[in-house]
């Protein structure tokens, strides 16, 4: 079992709709999780991180971590093509310095 | 600003050559680290330093070497024994655990 899935790509959402990434981890213990987009060909850049139970908000962007059932997602309200990325989830395990990265789901805003 | 600078942006490498890839930092963060992507991949961790003069192996280590002798500065060299190096190098720092990691731009890799 990889220790981060994410849902498996291309998502494909109209310009204006909700966009839904999902991503569940496998060590109970992890304490702190991100979310970063990369555009194709650039770097990652950090969108959001939550480290407790429930949603946080941040603009047109939703963070939710469920600890228990192991998975947290990113929504992407009213999304436009600016968002078309590929956005990788990344989970940082209980005391380690290293953080376990998803393979990514690359997301297709139509216009 | 602060930043990470990568460097060079692009760079070749000739069959048996060994090649270093530059990370510098100025946000005064502890850690760094090294990844590897490959085209429509995922991040790989080569290597990752939680102080100066300390550093630890990641997944895909061999064919690779580091030295973090001063805090701002992580380089990552690229031996011959590394076959397959043609790659996009990620360099990434964060300021303690649980914090969120950072990103230089990167360097593209490519066999000459």
């Known amino acids: 079992q990889k220790e981060v899935e994410q849902n498996s790509g291309p998502l494909s959402v109209p310009e204006g709709a909700i966009a839904s990434l999902n991503c569940t981890y496998s060590?109970?213990?992890?304490?702190?999780f991100f979310w970063y987009r990369q555009y194709s060909g650039k770097s990652p850049e950090l969108i959001m991180f939550?480290?407790?139970?429930g949603d946080k908000e941040d603009g047109r962007f939703t963070a939710q971590l469920n600890k228990a059932s192991q998975y947290v997602s990113l929504l992407i309200r009213d999304s436009q093509p600016s968002d078309s990325a590929t956005y990788l989830c990344?989970?940082?395990?209980?005391?380690?310095?290293?953080?376990?990265f998803g393979a990514g789901t690359t997301v297709t805003v139509r216009a | 600003d602060g930043g990470i600078t990568q460097s060079p942006k692009y760079l070749f490498r000739k069959e048996g050559q060994n090649v270093t890839l530059s990370c510098e930092q100025n946000?005064?963060?502890?850690?760094m680290y090294w990844y590897r992507q490959d085209p429509g991949q995922g991040l790989r961790l080569i290597y990752y330093?939680?102080?100066?003069?300390?550093?630890q192996k990641g997944d895909i280590a061999e064919g690779y070497s580091v030295s973090r002798e001063k805090k701002e500065s992580f380089p990552l060299t690229v031996t011959s024994a590394q076959k397959n190096p043609t790659a996009f190098y990620l360099c990434?720092?964060?300021?303690?655990?649980?914090?969120?990691?950072?990103f230089g731009d990167g360097t593209r890799l490519s066999i000459l």
């Open positions: 990434a720092s964060r300021q303690s655990l649980n914090q969120p990691q950072h």
């Open positions: 060590d109970r213990g992890s304490q702190s």
């Open positions: 939550i480290y407790s139970n």
């Open positions: 990344a989970v940082n395990m209980a005391n380690d310095y290293k953080l376990s």
């Open positions: 946000l005064n963060h502890d850690a």
């Open positions: 330093s939680q102080i100066v003069n300390d550093f």
